[in-house]
Nanobody, 121 residues
């Protein structure tokens, strides 16, 4: 099994910053891609940003480009999301996703429990 644990959510003022961390552990042969998704009340879960753990390629949702930065520590199967210039519409539960190969070469998607980010004055 693979476990994914997020940390770093909380309350920020508009224009402020927060940093999220996500660490994956367990039966991981090779991590493929890790990413952050978010779900606001009454809305569907959406991709915020992801990063390929061995190539370094990234994808961002248009609304966060230039404000959020995803980074990684491949050796530790850890990703970070630096969120700057936060807006009230960034308020959501942020979930980390880890896509990996298990030792028997099966692809597995694992979700964290989520961390709440609230942007409010």
């Amino acid at each position: 099994q693979v476990q994914v644990v997020e940390s770093g959510g909380g309350l920020a003022q508009p224009g402020g910053s927060l940093r999220l961390s996500c660490a994956a552990s367990g039966s991981i042969f090779r991590m493929i891609v890790m990413g952050w998704y978010r779900q606001a009340p009454g809305k569907e879960r959406e991709l915020v940003a992801n990063i390929f753990m061995h190539g370094g390629g990234t994808n961002y949702q248009d609304s966060v480009k230039g404000r959020f930065t995803i980074s990684k520590n491949t050796a530790e199967n850890t990703v970070y999301l630096e969120m700057n210039s936060l807006k009230p519409e960034d308020t959501a539960v942020y979930y980390c996703n880890a896509r990996s190969y298990t030792p028997d070469l099966k692809m597995m998607d694992t979700w964290g429990q989520g961390t709440l980010v609230t942007v409010s004055s």
